[in-house]
């Protein structure tokens, strides 16, 4: 998954559902995915198992700049993907398996947008209809973006997620994880700093000048005037009289 809605559903059902092959319409609350919620979907199925919409975020209406609510699913897509996706709600229903979709969307002028869709299945029994929680997002924002709706989506690529919580866990990762920090050795601090330029052994304009307790790093001076500074410090050092 590309989208960072995509990303974020994903984890919320994953942690929903726990164990179970998915979460129910009860365990979901939008207030928990508010920053996704414009790009996620929630879809139901009618009297003859044909999903519809039965909410749309803001920024998924703007993809078709209108109220989705009601709308068949299917009918978004052109005629030759329209039955890979009733079969595709069928295996989300029975088998509560998710998917995750690219997509092209295209206006009425040719111009095209890609897209992302996720659906992923919710529990249901008895006469519930709602059936599945997902994202639809453009993975791009081109000018013309919400000024002109999409009429029709194409199937670009098609992922199953699932069969169950073992198959997300053995199976590769949707997005990918975060690489583990480097473990630094306990002998040493964590961070160092250092000095800028160059080391002082290259810098024919400094010498080392006695101190009490060691040396330091002065100018370097010339004449006798830089001989009686550095007897000067030499005594104070204690290591002349």
């Avoid at 919320?12 to 207030?31: F, Q, V």
């Avoid at 078709?64 to 709308?71: I, M, N, P, Q, S």
């Amino acid at each position: 998954m590309k989208h960072r809605s995509s990303q974020a559903v994903y984890a919320y059902w994953n942690e929903k559902r726990g164990t179970r092959p998915a979460p129910e319409r009860g365990d979901i609350d939008p207030a928990d995915i508010r920053r996704a919620l414009g790009d996620t979907v929630m879809l139901a199925a009618d009297f003859v198992e044909r999903w519809r919409f039965r909410l749309a975020g803001t920024r998924v209406c703007a993809l078709f700049t209108r109220e989705l609510k009601g709308e068949g699913l299917t009918a978004l897509w052109r005629e030759e993907d329209q039955n890979k996706i009733e079969t595709l709600a069928v295996t989300l229903t029975h088998e509560q398996v998710g998917a995750v979709m690219g997509l092209t969307g295209v206006a009425a002028d040719g111009a095209t947008v890609d897209l992302e869709m996720l659906l992923l299945p919710l529990a249901h029994a008895g006469h519930a209809r709602i059936r599945a929680l997902g994202v639809l997002a453009p993975l791009s924002l081109p000018f013309w973006l919400g000024s002109k709706p999409v009429t029709e989506l194409r199937l670009t690529a098609l992922r199953h997620i699932g069969p169950g919580p073992e198959a997300f866990a053995s199976g590769p990762a949707l997005a990918p994880a975060q690489t583990p920090a480097t473990t630094l050795p306990t002998d040493r601090p964590a961070l160092a700093l250092h000095g800028g330029g160059r080391p002082h052994h290259l810098r024919p304009d400094l010498e080392r000048v006695p101190v009490r307790g060691g040396d330091r790093l002065e100018r370097r001076h010339h004449g006798a005037g830089a001989h009686r500074r550095r007897h000067r410090h030499a005594r104070r050092a204690g290591l002349v009289r």
